[in-house]
């Protein structure tokens, strides 16, 4: 991991701390399945910045109300990836990394989906556009912050997807038809 990546994480995840745990493990298990698609598949993209993007794309969680995974800030859940991605450009990482944290919650977040679920966001696509963000994505579903010491199953990826919405399943299924790799 980069210097500027471990400076982050050790900024808003301080050491000894549940969190910090639940953090690290997650974004490490994310990371270790990007890394393994980007090689196994000839990708061709650079393994230090996937590593980053895997390390950071959920920068923002601490800044939430979810206690279940020792998160104690004040915005809703759903936000994190929004938060995350203006913390990260304040701090001055690239763009492409903000963007990740931006566009990896569920399948990718639609101005549809936002309307009709209500969501505590701004009007705009959330769906992860470049093959980095859609890797990360990707990957993403199958590491939850609760289960840390396993991987989802394919079906039970795609049944969580299908809670969401018939959509959210449609985008998760191209992301699987990319990338097809599982833990």
Known sequence: MNSQTTRI???????????????????????????????????????????????????????????????????????????????LREEGFP???ARIAERHTGAGITVKDIDEMKLPLPRTDFTPETQLERLICYADKFYSKTRLDSAKSLEKVRGSMLRHSQSTLER????????????
């Open 172 to 183: 998760f299924d191209r992301l699987y038809d990319e990338f097809k790799i599982t833990p």
């Open 95 to 97: 763009e492409e990394i």
């Open 9 to 87: 994480i050790n900024k808003y995840y301080p050491e000894g701390s549940r969190l910090r745990d639940i953090y690290l493990r997650h974004c490490r298990s994310v990371a270790d399945l990007a890394l393994r698609i980007n090689s196994e598949l000839e990708l061709g993209l650079d393994p230090d910045i996937v590593e980053s993007a895997a390390m950071l794309h959920d920068i923002g969680i601490f800044l939430t109300d979810a206690d279940g995974i020792d998160c104690h800030g004040t915005e809703p859940y759903i936000r994190h990836g929004i938060l995350g991605a203006a913390l």
